[in-house]
């Protein structure tokens, strides 16, 4: 691993400064707690972040994931018309939440997807699972390789929806975070269209979302709530103000009612104690790497969406960023591919890491490339 570190950017103070007197919720009420600053890439509260629990419903955001993936990659059409499948509808009928599909129903993937999104319905999910890929065991293999493609590294799913498996499904709070960010991320626009509605109607039949955040907490936008009688209250949501977006967790929570309150004060006390600083504009150079075998020897390192830090109240400290790559690199290297890492370091907070990318196309290297590269080396 080769490093390089930058200069401190900001000047050392103490992080006393507190604003305000806010709070994260208790652990008598939120025992798993997690709270992700999206724009920045901080973990801002990490409560049994990497404890194994079973998400119930919020099961249902990688189903929609996968759909959004699927709809990205051309696999799925919004207004394609599934026939909900008898077998399905003898399994999924009237069981728990649902959308009220009558059986052998012709449904587009458009409403499917508003159903399990609003509603939660655990029909929807699973016969948009089984129109998708012909079998419900088939979609589930595939949400389990999307986990493992995005980073989840501690999470299983065992059916679309999260009814109770005897523990084959269950996921983390950092997992959870990891699959917001990765559907916010890549797909702003079909988050944008199908989560955060306060009410959904199938069939003549209106239902409300039960998301304890939309419309209570300003900015807010869903996502997904849960319940196991093993695991308790769950809620995985999202809120953006002024472009600082926060994703949190709350699990284990023992009452609806708890876990409500849980989560609202949990991003309520992320946007009031902390503020977001710019350190680096869209794509800013923050160095280079070096090159093997290209036409260059070395390829600059841009961070695409900018560098940003979140700081208790006031605190102004001493922040530190260091390049951090696996190198040199080996050409061909494509412009914007992913390359390296910035560790940012700011004292009283943990450690953060964000992707560099290559700031431009560097090619393998022709017969003179080779010879000014072995000269140079040479000199060296």
């Given at each position: 691993?080769?490093a390089?570190?930058?200069?401190?950017?900001?000047?050392?103070?103490?992080?006393?400064?507190?604003v305000?007197?806010?709070?994260?919720p208790?652990t008598?009420?939120?025992?798993?707690?997690y709270?992700?600053?999206?724009t920045s890439?901080?973990?801002?509260?990490s409560?049994?972040?990497?404890?194994?629990?079973?998400?119930?419903?919020?099961?249902?955001?990688?189903?929609t994931?996968?759909?959004?993936?699927?709809?990205e990659?051309g696999?799925?059409?919004?207004?394609?018309?599934?026939?909900v499948?008898p077998?399905?509808?003898?399994?999924?009928?009237?069981?728990?939440?649902?959308?009220?599909?009558?059986?052998?129903?012709?449904?587009?993937?458009?409403?499917?997807?508003?159903?399990?999104t609003?509603?939660s319905?655990?029909?929807?999910?699973?016969?948009?699972?089984?129109?998708?890929?012909?079998s419900?065991?088939?979609?589930?293999?595939?949400?389990?390789a999307?986990a493992r493609?995005?980073?989840m590294?501690d999470?299983?799913?065992?059916?679309?929806?999260?009814?109770?498996?005897n523990?084959?499904t269950?996921?983390?709070?950092?997992?959870?975070?990891?699959?917001?960010?990765?559907?916010?991320?890549?797909?702003?626009s079909?988050y944008?269209?199908?989560?955060?509605?306060?009410?959904?109607?199938?069939n003549?039949?209106?239902?409300?979302?039960?998301?304890?955040?939309?419309g209570?907490?300003?900015g807010a936008?869903?996502?997904?709530?849960?319940?196991?009688?093993?695991?308790?209250?769950g809620?995985?949501?999202?809120?953006?103000?002024?472009?600082r977006?926060?994703?949190?967790?709350?699990?284990?929570?023992?009452?609806?009612?708890?876990?409500?309150?849980?989560?609202?004060?949990?991003l309520e006390?992320?946007?009031?104690e902390?503020?977001?600083?710019?350190l680096?504009?869209?794509?800013?150079i923050?160095?280079?790497a070096?090159v093997q075998?290209g036409?260059?020897?070395?390829?600059?390192?841009?961070?695409p969406?900018?560098?940003?830090?979140s700081?208790?109240?006031?605190?102004?400290?001493?922040?530190?960023?260091?390049?951090?790559?696996?190198?040199p690199?080996?050409?061909?290297?494509a412009?914007?591919?992913?390359?390296?890492?910035?560790?940012?370091q700011?004292?009283?907070m943990?450690?953060?890491?964000?992707?560099?990318?290559?700031?431009?196309?560097?090619?393998?290297a022709?017969?003179?490339?080779r010879?000014?590269?072995?000269f140079?080396?040479?000199?060296?």
């Amino acid at each position: 691993m080769i490093a390089y570190a930058t200069a401190s950017i900001l000047a050392a103070q103490p992080l006393s400064a507190q604003v305000g007197s806010a709070q994260p919720p208790a652990t008598e009420d939120a025992p798993i707690a997690y709270l992700l600053d999206l724009t920045s890439g901080q973990v801002l509260l990490s409560r049994e972040a990497d404890r194994r629990f079973m998400p119930a419903s919020i099961t249902k955001v990688m189903t929609t994931f996968l759909a959004f993936e699927w709809i990205e990659e051309g696999r799925l059409v919004p207004r394609q018309v599934f026939t909900v499948d008898p077998e399905v509808w003898d399994e999924w009928n009237n069981v728990g939440s649902t959308m009220f599909l009558p059986n052998r129903a012709r449904v587009t993937v458009d409403q499917l997807i508003h159903g399990v999104t609003t509603v939660s319905a655990n029909d929807g999910a699973a016969a948009l699972a089984h129109g998708a890929a012909g079998s419900i065991d088939a979609w589930v293999s595939e949400m389990n390789a999307k986990a493992r493609e995005i980073g989840m590294r501690d999470s299983h799913f065992g059916t679309p929806n999260g009814w109770m498996d005897n523990g084959k499904t269950f996921t983390t709070a950092r997992d959870l975070g990891t699959l917001a960010a990765s559907m916010i991320g890549r797909h702003p626009s079909k988050y944008r269209h199908y989560v955060g509605r306060t009410e959904y109607t199938y069939n003549d039949i209106t239902q409300p979302n039960h998301d304890p955040i939309s419309g209570r907490v300003r900015g807010a936008d869903g996502i997904k709530t849960g319940f196991t009688n093993q695991a308790g209250y769950g809620f995985l949501g999202s809120a953006e103000r002024n472009g600082r977006r926060l994703v949190m967790v709350v699990a284990g929570s023992p009452r609806s009612s708890v876990r409500d309150r849980a989560s609202r004060e949990l991003l309520e006390w992320g946007f009031r104690e902390f503020e977001q600083k710019q350190l680096l504009g869209r794509g800013a150079i923050v160095g280079e790497a070096q090159v093997q075998g290209g036409d260059a020897g070395t390829v600059g390192l841009a961070v695409p969406g900018g560098v940003y830090v979140s700081l208790p109240g006031d605190a102004d400290p001493r922040i530190e960023m260091t390049i951090s790559y696996r190198g040199p690199l080996r050409a061909p290297i494509a412009e914007n591919e992913q390359v390296a890492e910035l560790l940012i370091q700011a004292e009283g907070m943990p450690d953060y890491r964000i992707p560099l990318h290559a700031a431009a196309e560097v090619g393998e290297a022709g017969f003179l490339d080779r010879v000014a590269n072995g000269f140079r080396g040479w000199l060296r």
